[in-house]
């Protein structure tokens, strides 16, 4: 099945400055892969995806970019806030979707 | 659209008590999902339905779990007997398609204390 790795596992950055999670998955069949947003106590809430045919997407300060030949996928946050204070959770999919273990990005103010 | 519906969500209980967790998926998709989340383990996919048949339960942790889905609209997870490690956060996730292409939502979970 598949595997998905993220790091790192915690990430602090002062207010203003850019933040980037890297994930790698291991099936090279997996073609969906979504990132969540989760804040203590509440619910895992997507804030981007990318599909197997496309390199990069963006979203306002979020972008995320894929490079399928070397099975890995980042999320970038451009001029963080405190409140993208978060855990942050990638996954791959094939037919069922894997997470990987979550990203804690502190962001200072 | 009131998003995937969780009940309860606080739970706890005394370990060897029947444990069941609600789930109402958003109206119209026909995938179901449920997970657990732990510190040690993050979030786990323990058994997802479509129209109503499960597919893949392997992520079930042992025979004391089971999961139903009677209808479009409603979704139960059992836990008999419940055991302390069984303490988690379980999700509910609805979509309208499998995982490869169609974004999961959640529910706000279940916080389970088995004591």
């Known amino acids: 099945g598949e595997n998905v790795e993220q790091h790192p596992s915690t990430l602090s950055v002062q207010e203003g400055d850019s933040a980037v999670i890297k994930c790698t998955y291991s099936?090279?069949?997996?073609?969906?892969f979504p990132w969540y947003k989760q804040e203590l106590g509440k619910r895992p809430q997507l804030i981007i995806d990318?599909?197997?045919?496309?390199g990069e997407k963006k979203d306002q300060r979020i972008a995320v970019t894929l490079n399928k030949t070397a099975k890995h996928f980042s999320l970038h946050i451009t001029e963080t806030q405190p409140e993208d204070s978060a855990v942050y959770f990638c996954?791959?999919?094939?037919?069922?979707?894997?997470f990987g273990k979550g990203t804690l990005l502190t962001v200072n103010p | 659209d009131a998003g995937v519906i969780q009940s309860p969500r606080h739970e706890v209980t005394e370990m060897g008590q029947e444990v069941t967790l609600r789930c109402k998926p958003i109206?119209?998709?026909?995938?179901l999902f449920w997970y657990r989340q732990t510190m040690m383990r993050g979030l786990e996919l323990l058994i997802y339905?479509?129209?109503?048949?499960?597919?893949?339960d392997s992520g079930m942790p042992e025979d004391r779990f089971s999961a139903k889905m009677p209808n479009a609209s409603f979704s139960t997870l059992k836990i008999q007997p419940s055991e302390p490690r069984d303490s988690a956060v379980y999700f509910c996730?609805?979509?309208?398609?499998?995982?490869?292409?169609?974004?999961?939502?959640f529910g706000d979970g279940t916080r389970l204390s088995i004591l």
């Open positions: 339905f479509n129209n109503n048949v499960p597919i893949d």
């Open positions: 996954g791959g999919s094939n037919y069922k979707l894997t």
């Open positions: 109206s119209g998709h026909d995938y």
């Open positions: 099936d090279s069949a997996s073609n969906y």
């Open positions: 990318i599909r197997s045919n496309v």
């Open positions: 996730a609805s979509s309208l398609g499998t995982g490869s292409n169609q974004p999961q939502h």
